[in-house]
């Protein structure tokens, strides 16, 4: 890793505890700080990465988000001691916006490359399409969701933030073996960006859908290799800090999504984007960003206790037929999650109702959605 010094900053601690110290059961006595010397990452579960690069949202940029996040994340209490947390510091901006992608992809390639899950702290949302360099440049074809109020494909802006999606989803060769947005507003999407995303059989699902239903989220997220979230996902009530809608996800949500993302055994890089603490009011969106963390360290200390799915002694194996197919619904006797075989023998994950629905003899959207792509 020690490559990687060329692309990181180190970490100033007083920055971040105003000299108030921590007690012995806070994360910052557990996490493994970038300070003078890279850490070792060889047993790390987790290793975060923070991105002070916003120059594609129009902002100038501001280095002071990473540490504003860490300075709540570091106060809250370490309650997974079988998670080994490494926090690598800053990412140096480039010269250049492109030059900021460069670096971010460098370093979360060779992270990456090594089996662990990074978690991106701060940058705008087209910081993601650095996250996808990263995938493109180790050649792995990848299924990617994005959490957001609007879906930034909106070609003929100059905002790098509004558009990124276009190249990611277009360029080629490209490794986007499928696509996922949750929690878009309908007011702030034009229809035949649906449209589009549909041809495409890409899945978009709508904050209410979203919230009705928020288990069936799971399944999008643990199938998910790269995952975006933009804060402004979230109401501004829950999160004021950047331009956001006065409706959207709760914080309590937001945790639950992330939770999701922490249990799944496929996301290998987790973006948190979009937050500014020029407009934070009192930090409380630094402290919803930190209690996100939290509860995506709470899902991967979850994940840890889950079988491999070749193991079938630790689930409950159930055989359907619907609509003249045959296949097989594993549930983990572990968890209590759910997968579904299709035609090619692959299992995906899927829920509780799509079983229900298959035992009924109906098509689960999910498994048909699966098919058509």
Not at 211 to 221: A, H, L, Q, T, Y
Not at 257 to 271: E, H
Request: net charge negative; with cysteine; charged share 25%.
């Amino acid at each position: 890793m020690n490559d990687l010094y060329d692309f990181l900053e180190p970490i100033n601690k007083a920055e971040i505890n105003d000299d108030e110290g921590y007690n012995d059961g806070q994360l910052a006595n557990f996490i493994s700080i970038y300070e003078t010397n890279l850490p070792e990452i060889s047993d790390a579960a987790i290793v975060f990465i923070g991105v002070p690069e916003v120059r594609g949202s129009g902002n100038k940029n501001d280095t002071h988000a990473p540490n504003a996040i860490r300075k709540q994340l570091y106060r809250l209490h370490y309650w997974h001691s079988n998670i080994k947390i490494v926090d690598m510091g800053n990412i140096k901006l480039g010269a250049t916006l492109n030059d900021s992608y460069a670096a971010i992809k460098t370093v979360l390639a060779e992270l990456i490359r090594n089996k662990k899950t990074v978690v991106i702290l701060g940058g705008s949302h087209d910081v993601t399409l650095a996250q996808y360099f990263a995938y493109k440049e180790l050649e792995q074809v990848i299924e990617a969701t994005c959490i957001d109020a609007t879906i930034d494909l909106i070609s003929e802006s100059p905002i790098a933030s509004e558009n990124f999606l276009m190249e990611m989803l277009t360029s080629e060769p490209n490794l986007v073996k499928h696509y996922n947005h949750i929690g878009f507003q309908s007011y702030f999407v034009h229809p035949r960006m649906l449209e589009t995303m549909d041809k495409l059989r890409f899945d978009c699902f709508r904050v209410g859908t979203a919230k009705e239903n928020i288990e069936e989220m799971e399944p999008v997220i643990r199938n998910t290799h790269l995952l975006s979230f933009d804060i402004n996902a979230i109401k501004y009530s829950d999160a004021p800090s950047a331009h956001q809608s006065p409706n959207g996800f709760t914080g309590e949500e937001a945790c639950i999504l992330t939770r999701y993302a922490g249990m799944s055994n496929n996301v290998s890089s987790f973006g948190l984007y979009g937050y500014n603490p020029l407009l934070d009011e009192s930090d409380l969106t630094a402290k919803q960003i930190s209690q996100m963390l939290w509860y995506f360290i709470d899902g991967k200390n979850k994940s840890k206790q889950e079988a491999a799915i070749e193991d079938r002694q630790y689930f409950n194996e159930y055989h359907c037929t619907f609509t003249e197919v045959e296949t097989v619904f594993l549930q983990s006797k572990k968890t209590g999650r759910w997968w579904m075989q299709l035609p090619n023998k692959k299992f995906i994950a899927c829920s509780y109702k799509d079983y229900v629905q298959a035992s009924q003899n109906e098509i689960p959207e999910r498994w048909l959605r699966a098919q058509e792509r």
